[in-house]
């Protein structure tokens, strides 16, 4: 079983940068990848951005590509999205998850946060 709780989301002006963390429980986390999702209102569930267990391996949507990094810390058992340049076309609720095998599917991954709201204003 892995818990995950997301923070760092907040209210950010066009061209700002945020970063957010997701701090996993449990001794499993290392064998874990992790993805970050986002959910705007109104809007399906999608994929932002995953990274393999080791950390060597990372995937991003076209949208955020150049923008927004990954990366994880298994010593701390946490997982970070450094997101630059930020877009009004950004905003949305962010969700951490873990699953065996890095994939940008939803329905895949194991165990989700409760999420983050991101806000970027214009």
């Known amino acids: 079983q892995v818990q995950l709780v997301e923070s760092g989301g907040g209210l950010v002006q066009a061209g700002g940068s945020l970063r957010l963390s997701c701090a996993a429980s449990g001794r499993t986390f290392s064998r874990y990848a992790m993805g970050w999702f986002r959910q705007a209102p109104g809007k399906e569930r999608e994929f932002v951005a995953a990274?393999?267990?080791?950390?060597?391996?990372?995937y991003y949507a076209d949208s955020v590509k150049g923008r927004y990094t990954i990366s994880r810390d298994n010593a701390k058992n946490t997982v970070y999205l450094q997101m630059n340049s930020l877009k009004p076309e950004d905003t949305a609720v962010y969700y951490c998850?873990?699953?065996?095998?890095?994939?940008?599917?939803?329905?895949?991954?194991?165990?989700w946060g409760q999420g983050t709201q991101v806000t970027v204003s214009s």
């Open positions: 998850a873990a699953v065996a095998v890095a994939t940008m599917i939803p329905y895949e991954y194991d165990y």
């Open positions: 990274i393999s267990w080791s950390g060597g391996s990372t």
